[in-house]
């Protein structure tokens, strides 16, 4: 059980490369996320995914696009990479339907868009 | 945003209790309040989770009183590896929750 996984761990982008960050989880959860997280910051909703199919903006959106692939993967598109796009990424998962708001994270990828 | 207010960091030494109060002044009927802990270089982690009066699980206590408008986390008898960023949110589902910047917790010998 690996839990949430994300791929790459690091990235160096060019400003206007593109990029796809990766996202699997192996929990069965319905719900799915991508965060950033800029130094010395919290964390900031891009995009989320409240189930198979589905997906809805979260706080910081502009820039990016999200795929829920499956049930198990949400991937991260950065169309036009932005230095203000260097950050580490987070992906988590959930399960709702509980009553806890307990979100499962991946490691992060370190990207720096130069 | 941030829905909450919570200190910037706190210090500690090990085996103390170490006491973290945030502030809901707007918090919703139906939001519960839930805590995550983050070590460096790694994702947050869920500690525990409340709506309101005491909760206790394996790692940590939370307060909450009664007109639910600050709560405290409780670590018990700190050790070195409880060094991180601890985030306080609020919130009815877990599709908004809100990371402010956390408090630092720093443990020291």
């Known amino acids: 059980n690996a839990g949430v996984t994300q791929t790459p761990k690091f990235q160096v982008l060019k400003t206007g490369q593109s990029m796809t960050l990766q996202c699997a989880q192996d929990?069965?959860?319905?719900?799915m996320y991508w965060y950033r997280q800029d130094p010395g910051m919290g964390l900031r909703l891009i995009y989320y995914s409240a189930s198979e199919g589905t997906t809805d903006k979260g706080e910081v959106p502009n820039g990016y696009n999200v795929s829920r692939l499956n049930k198990r993967e949400f991937s991260l598109r950065l169309e036009s990479a932005a230095p203000s796009q260097t950050s580490v990424y987070f992906c988590?998962?959930?399960?709702?339907?509980?009553?806890?708001?307990?979100?499962?994270f991946g490691p992060g990828t370190r990207l720096t868009v130069t | 945003l941030a829905k909450t207010t919570q200190p910037i960091s706190m210090d500690s030494y090990e085996g103390q209790e170490v006491n973290i109060t945030c502030s809901h002044n707007n918090i919703a009927t139906n939001d519960y309040i839930t805590w995550y802990q983050q070590f460096p270089s790694q994702g947050p982690r869920f500690i525990i989770q409340?709506?309101?009066t005491k909760v206790t699980n394996e790692v940590a206590s939370l307060f909450i009183p009664a007109d639910r408008k600050s709560s405290t986390l409780s670590l018990p008898r700190v050790s070195l590896s409880d060094t991180a960023v601890y985030y306080c949110l609020e919130g009815s589902n877990d599709y908004k929750l809100s990371f402010g910047a956390g408090t630092t917790v720093t443990v020291r010998a």
């Open positions: 988590a998962s959930s399960l709702q339907g509980l009553g806890t708001y307990e979100q499962y």
């Open positions: 409340g709506y309101k």
């Open positions: 929990m069965n959860h319905n719900s």
